[in-house]
């Protein structure tokens, strides 16, 4: 095992990358070519993409190596009502989130802002169970998130106008308005996971 001062450094710069859609689903993630990058040695780049794969982030088959899930349609969908369902809990009467909260500036396309938005939420649940099933959820969509904006047209108006309700402390207004964005991706999940399979991306 790696000593935690590599291995979180390291395991943080993957799932970010992850979180933010940097590989498209079913880029191979080679070790050895992250550990050049990172300027770290292969133990803690293998360490961390066990975690990931423990974590569902990554996949992982004998003869194979890692890879960013390839889901299908239907587990797209799927992964998008457990996102929305954990945001309902989140955002529910007996919610413990407070409104308005602050969003952190500065971010690297529409994956990564749409990350930031529900990690901010995520993180004012004093469930961190909770907490962590949202990241995770969240994570795991984001090969799919930054492909929004070539499959809706609106995708970034419609994120700044989440923000604004966040920022105004418009719990109703959010709900539904995340109710409707759940819907929307979930109508175009097939055009999602056709976006994110062939993004034209090289092997990491």
């Known amino acids: 095992m790696s000593p935690a001062y590599v291995l979180e450094p390291t395991y943080d710069t993957l799932r970010c990358r992850l979180f933010a859609g940097v590989w498209p ?27 990931l794969a423990g974590e569902r982030l990554v996949h992982s088959s004998p003869g194979e190596g890692f890879q960013v899930p390839l889901l299908s349609e239907t587990e797209l969908r799927g992964l998008i ?30 994956g990564e802002r749409t990350a930031i938005l529900f990690t901010a939420i ?30 809706l047209d609106d995708a970034h108006s419609e994120l700044a106008a989440l923000e604004t309700l966040v920022r105004g402390g418009n719990r109703p207004g959010l709900v539904r308005a995340i109710e409707r964005s759940h819907d929307r991706r ?15 991306s090289t092997d990491a």
Request: with cysteine; aromatic share 4%; hydrophobic share 40%.
């Open 25 to 51: 689903s079913g880029q191979r993630l080679e070790a050895a070519r992250l550990a050049k990058e990172l300027g770290v040695s292969m133990t803690p780049v293998r360490d961390s993409l066990n975690r």
């Open 81 to 110: 009502d457990w996102h929305r369902a954990l945001i309902g809990v989140a955002l529910g009467p007996r919610s413990a989130i407070a409104l308005p909260t602050d969003l952190p500036q500065g971010h690297d396309g529409i």
């Open 122 to 151: 995520a993180s004012t649940t004093e469930s961190m169970e909770l907490h962590w099933a949202l990241g995770n959820a969240a994570a795991r969509l984001g090969c799919y998130r930054r492909h929004e904006e070539t499959v």
């Open 186 to 200: 979930r109508a175009v999940a097939g055009d999602l996971v056709h976006a994110a399979r062939y993004a034209g």
